[in-house]
């Protein structure tokens, strides 16, 4: 069973870049056919969807954040990473990482999901 | 960017209801529509994919149907374990969310 665990700093000071880490265990990262995604949910709002890579390495941007996010893969330790640059308070979340199937398939894996809070 | 608008944003149902939400696409986005439902304090869990195709395991109640701009996810018969809040997303290139539905009990 895939199992997705975010980790990070909770607590992120505003101007500063936040940081978090999603392990995935129970299958491979560079396994084909998934991209490898992040979302926010602001507390008591809806989902925005982030950003995702893909095993190749490409990446897709939400272009209201493109300017200050950065998700990136390191295979040998199978997990991929979210860095968020210039936060401020709007960007207090619970984030999820997750994986997606294939180009029409939906997002069928989520990890628990982490707070992160934006406060000086 | 394509937009998705969700109604309505409140519904109040009765266990044994049929229940139907509705998500609008600003554009035409094929079938490339997928639909979760989020307790509170848990991550979302996916229904409905490819606008139509039920995720293993989900029960049969959940189906979802349209393409290009109007889509719908129906609930069959309320069951006390289906109050929650559902989403909709687009599942191109830029896959968004909509604005939710809460399913709250009459």
């Known amino acids: 069973q895939l199992q997705l665990q975010e980790s990070g700093s909770g607590l992120v000071k505003p101007s500063q870049t936040l940081s978090l880490t999603c392990a995935v265990s129970?299958?491979?990262?560079?396994?084909?056919?998934?991209?490898w995604s992040w979302i926010r949910q602001p507390p008591g709002k809806g989902l925005e969807w982030i950003g995702y890579?893909?095993?190749?390495?490409?990446?897709y941007y939400n272009p209201s954040l493109k300017s200050r996010v950065t998700i990136s893969v390191d295979r040998s330790k199978n997990q991929f990473s979210l860095k968020l640059s210039s936060v401020t308070a709007a960007d207090t979340a619970v984030y999820y990482c997750a994986r997606r199937t294939g180009t029409t398939g939906g997002i069928d894996y989520w990890g628990q999901g982490t707070l992160v809070t934006v406060s000086s | 960017d394509i937009q998705l608008t969700q109604s309505p944003s409140f519904l109040s149902a009765s266990v044994g209801d049929r229940v139907t939400i509705t998500c609008r696409a600003s554009?035409?986005?094929?079938?490339?529509l997928a639909w979760y439902q989020q307790k509170p304090g848990k991550a979302p869990k996916l229904l409905i994919y490819a606008a139509s195709t039920l995720q293993s395991g989900v029960p049969s109640r959940f189906s979802g149907s349209g393409s290009g701009t109007e889509f719908t996810l129906t609930i069959s018969s309320l069951q006390p374990e289906d109050f929650a809040t559902y989403y909709c997303q687009q599942l191109n290139s830029y896959p968004r969310f909509g604005g939710g539905t809460k399913v709250e009990i009459k």
């Open positions: 129970g299958g491979s990262i560079s396994s084909g056919g998934y991209s």
């Open positions: 890579i893909y095993h190749s390495g490409s990446t």
């Open positions: 554009q035409g986005i094929s079938s490339y």
